[in-house]
Structure formats: structure tokens, C-alpha cells
């Protein structure tokens, strides 16, 4: 399952995770949001032993979309010691994302 990432949690939940992580930055008016969206629950629901997935609202944290440069959406980052490592921007088929993920593991 996809996690709720807020300014709030990013540093403890996102930083600190000592095993990769996968964060969608989107937005609720974002069409192509509305397609990666459910693609990016269920790489969460099938790698939850493997890999922390989840979603920031960019209207809402403002802050942590600011902090990575985030200037189109959806963009996905990867990261993995508390560092940037790979990025996706756009809509792209879940196999896409599915190998970004599995090059971290």
C-alpha cells in the first residue's frame, strides 16, 4: 500500500528509511497523476517487504516538492540512503517503474 508522505513525515519516513523509497509527487488536478496513482498503490502493495512507496500532495507540501525541484508532475523519485538516486517524470507504463525499483534492491 502507498503511503501518505507530508513535510511533516518526509524526513522521518522518506530520509531516514533504511530501505528504498519511492515517492509520486502529484496533485488532485493532475490527469496524468489520475493514471500513475494506482499503478505506484500497487508496486506498494507488492514490494511492502522490499520498498517504502508512497504520495505527496505538492499543493498541500509545498515544501518538500520545493526541496527536490519538483516543476512537472507526476514526478517520481527514488531514493535510497537518504539521497536522490534515479527519477521518472510523466506517465509510463508500471514495468518502467518496476525496473527503476528493482536496480535499488
Not at 52 to 81: C, M, Q, W
Not at 88 to 105: F, M, N, R, T, Y
Amino acid at each position: 500500500m502507498a503511503l501518505e508522505f507530508t513535510d511533516a513525515n518526509f524526513e522521518d519516513i522518506v530520509i531516514k528509511s533504511d530501505k528504498p523509497v519511492i515517492v509520486d509527487f502529484w496533485a488532485v488536478w493532475c490527469g496524468p497523476c489520475r493514471i500513475v496513482g494506482p499503478v505506484v498503490q500497487e508496486i506498494g502493495e507488492e514490494y511492502s517487504d522490499k520498498a517504502t512507496v508512497g504520495k505527496l500532495d505538492v499543493d498541500h507540501n509545498p515544501e518538500s516538492a520545493r526541496k527536490y525541484g519538483i516543476r512537472n508532475i507526476p514526478t517520481i523519485l527514488y531514493f535510497k540512503g537518504g539521497e536522490v538516486v534515479d527519477k521518472q517524470v510523466g506517465a509510463v507504463p508500471k514495468q518502467v517503474l518496476i525496473q527503476k525499483l528493482e536496480a535499488l534492491l
